[in-house]
């Protein structure tokens, strides 16, 4: 491909380049957690004189399906590369120039999971987190000519950072404070996005997909596996639930 009068295809070739080292890193990464997650029993074991439940109800099915879909994803990322020409444009070396502002955008995209997994995930609710943390990326990256995390950014360390100064011990995990916060802040980062992001579909379903997917998510884990799930206290999950045993499940059952 011959790139050097056109400066849009070299810029795409560089990108691509990128790509197939991020694709090969997260292949890395999936391949060990999927490995260390086997060592879960997957059913039919027995421990302590107590046999284990149905594979279904297995620990490990959560992990095996997240860690199976980002290697499947980085899969097709690492396809996408090498039919691009980014495979052989990074073993050349001539694609690991890094700029400011890429090195901003790793750190950013760092900090908001640190501040997801580390502050949030354990202490608010699991849809409230995990909304917060989809319209950030997509706030911060979707659709922008030039990346904008600074505002996401502070909107989603800010949830962790109150979270952890208000119910830091486990005991207080069920507590509503930081559920309140992250609300109004997942409120005001999705004004703020649609006020300020790139007009078109995507803006609009940004709202939906960051929502629906993680209430997809822990009402699958909870009542189709009947998994464990992220601060059962939620805000939001523990009102889910109660409407779930007391109203919904006693309708089919009777």
């Not at 694609?95 to 900090?111: D, I, M, N, P, T």
């Not at 997942?186 to 997909?209: C, D, F, I, K, Y």
Request: with cysteine.
């Amino acid at each position: 491909m011959d790139t050097s009068s056109d400066p849009a295809a070299a810029e795409l070739l560089r990108l691509r380049a990128r790509d197939f080292w991020s694709a090969l890193a997260l292949i890395a990464v999936s391949l060990f957690f999927l490995w260390k997650t086997l060592d879960i029993p997957l059913g039919g074991s027995n421990g302590a004189g107590v046999a284990s439940a149905d594979w279904y109800t297995s620990a490990a099915i959560v992990p095996l399906g997240i860690f199976g879909a980002l290697l499947l994803l980085a899969c097709v990322l690492l396809g996408i590369s090498i039919r691009a020409g980014g495979a052989a444009e990074a073993l050349s070396a001539t694609g690991l120039g890094w700029s400011g502002r890429e090195v901003w955008r790793f750190v950013a995209v760092g900090l908001m999971l640190l501040s997801y997994i580390a502050g949030l995930v354990p202490r608010v609710d699991f849809i409230l987190a995990s909304a917060l943390l989809i319209t950030a990326l997509i706030a911060s990256f979707h659709g922008q000519p030039q990346p904008r995390p600074l505002v996401p950014l502070l909107a989603i360390a800010l949830a962790a950072l109150a979270a952890l100064v208000l119910h830091f011990p486990q005991a207080e995990w069920g507590r509503h404070g930081d559920d309140w916060i992250a609300l109004a802040l997942l409120v005001a980062l999705t004004l703020w996005h649609q006020a300020t992001g790139r007009r078109g579909p995507a803006l609009r379903l940004t709202p939906v997909l960051a929502l629906g997917v993680p209430l997809l998510l822990v009402c699958v884990m909870a009542f189709g596996f009947r998994q464990n799930v992220p601060n059962r206290a939620g805000l939001i999950f523990a009102k889910i639930e109660y409407t779930y045993y007391v109203h919904l499940r006693p309708i089919w059952r009777s």
